[in-house]
């Protein structure tokens, strides 16, 4: 995978996480959502992560799918420990060289920092001012699939007790905590911040931008320096095959390779050829959610169909949605099996339905919303299995 620095971007989202840009509200907490795949992880470490130390901020990075087996609020208080650890022993040092027996850090210097986020430990608050002042830095904590911290009652904890931190840390002009929270659904991570029980209810969810026109050119540069020979590039057959991928350069590059290597047997232009390449993957790509679809049970289907038509609204038990069951599957359905379809469909690998602490349901992947979109758009909802499409036509 090449290289490729989105710097002018991460500058800009810096200065706004410090407050220091006129309008917006980023220094409050930046919430940004990308589809899978898009760069999203790459941008937070390679470019943002760096000039926000470059600029003399401390930054704690933590990706809550990292180990999806354990849980979110644990995972961040980890990550804040493994940043403190140093910091408190650079203190601990200075201490003994001064021959000081007290200081205004002495009370955490024999913290376990095992403990923090637990009952007899530093609490997440304490734990940040603790880094703030032992550092003598601003702190940046950049969570990533924020959502992910909503499946348990420690994670959703973990988000209100940060939170609770900005607001005791910062102060008009003075940014001294800056949180980033990034995740692949929209639909999940703005849970954190639509409603009055929400952690950072009032934020507002932005969409990153996917990768352009100048990831385009760079690529497109790089091809004609390796390959004169294929100069002048079709920089716009480029960006449709791009647009194909939906956005993802991990697939991009991958087909870009083929079409590239000195063994692929082309006939055509090789930007013909990642074009075809791009629509075959999208073909593969629904032909797999629509086996994924059509391999679940008739009261799996219902209920995953009713959630993805509703999105954020969809509520499993209601009346108007057990009623939408039952006319879809020409019977009753009770509770108890809706329940059971749910818990299928959650335990499923790789699993189709995401549950947050609360109780609340959504899709796991947000590819399955935008194919049901596309679907019922072109009057093509539901999909129907093969055998029975071709007995129709007989």
């Known amino acids: 995978?090449?290289?490729?620095?989105?710097?002018?971007?991460?500058?800009?989202?810096?200065?706004?996480?410090?407050?220091?840009?006129?309008?917006?509200?980023?220094?409050?907490?930046?919430?940004?959502?990308?589809?899978?795949?898009?760069?999203?992880?790459?941008?937070?470490?390679?470019?943002?992560?760096?000039?926000?130390?470059?600029?003399?901020?401390?930054?704690?990075?933590?990706?809550?799918?990292?180990?999806?087996?354990?849980?979110?609020?644990?995972?961040?208080?980890?990550?804040?420990?493994?940043?403190?650890?140093?910091?408190?022993?650079?203190?601990?040092?200075?201490?003994?060289?001064?021959?000081?027996?007290?200081?205004?850090?002495?009370?955490?210097?024999?913290?376990?920092?095992?403990?923090?986020?637990?009952?007899?430990?530093?609490?997440?608050?304490?734990?940040?001012?603790?880094?703030?002042?032992?550092?003598?830095?601003?702190?940046?904590?950049?969570?990533?699939?924020?959502?992910?911290?909503?499946?348990?009652?420690?994670?959703?904890?973990?988000?209100?007790?940060?939170?609770?931190?900005?607001?005791?840390?910062?102060?008009?002009?003075?940014?001294?905590?800056?949180?980033?929270?990034?995740?692949?659904?929209?639909?999940?991570?703005?849970?954190?911040?639509n409603s009055n029980a929400a952690p950072f209810f009032g934020s507002q969810v932005q969409r990153m931008p996917p990768l352009g026109p100048d990831f385009i050119a760079h690529v497109a540069s790089l091809i004609e320096s390796q390959r004169p020979s294929l100069a002048p590039v079709d920089q716009a057959a480029l960006q449709g095959a791009f647009d194909a991928f939906g956005h993802r350069p991990q697939f991009f590059m991958a087909a870009l390779g083929q079409v590239l290597s000195p063994l692929a047997d082309l006939s055509v232009r090789f930007e013909v050829a990642l074009l075809q390449a791009a629509v075959d993957r999208q073909r593969e790509d629904e032909a797999q959610l629509e086996a994924d679809f059509l391999g679940l049970r008739p009261t799996e289907q219902v209920v995953l169909w009713r959630m993805l038509e509703l999105g954020a609204r969809f509520r499993p038990y209601d009346a108007e949605a057990l009623r939408f069951y039952t006319d879809l599957l020409a019977q009753p359905i009770t509770v108890p099996a809706v329940q059971r379809a749910l818990e299928s469909l959650r335990q499923r690998m790789p699993a189709l339905v995401w549950k947050s602490a609360r109780g609340e349901y959504a899709v796991e992947d947000a590819a399955m919303h935008r194919w049901f979109q596309a679907r019922h758009e072109a009057g093509q909802w539901p999909p129907v299995p093969q055998a029975v499409l071709a007995a129709s036509t007989t």
């Open 1 to 193: 995978m090449i290289a490729f620095r989105r710097t002018g971007l991460a500058q800009e989202v810096a200065t706004a996480m410090q407050g220091r840009s006129l309008l917006g509200d980023a220094h409050n907490g930046l919430f940004l959502a990308a589809p899978r795949r898009t760069g999203k992880s790459t941008f937070l470490q390679s470019d943002l992560l760096p000039v926000l130390e470059a600029r003399g901020v401390v930054v704690v990075y933590v990706d809550l799918w990292a180990d999806p087996h354990r849980d979110p609020g644990a995972l961040i208080a980890d990550a804040i420990a493994r940043a403190l650890e140093p910091q408190l022993g650079m203190i601990a040092r200075t201490a003994k060289k001064a021959d000081v027996d007290k200081l205004s850090l002495a009370g955490w210097l024999q913290v376990d920092t095992r403990r923090i986020g637990k009952l007899d430990g530093l609490t997440l608050v304490d734990a940040l001012r603790a880094l703030h002042e032992t550092s003598g830095k601003p702190i940046a904590l950049i969570i990533d699939e924020a959502q992910h911290a909503l499946t348990s009652e420690a994670g959703e904890a973990a988000m209100t007790s940060l939170k609770s931190a900005r607001d005791q840390l910062n102060r008009p002009g003075d940014v001294r905590l800056m949180l980033v929270m990034s995740g692949s659904d929209r639909d999940k991570l703005i849970r954190l911040v």
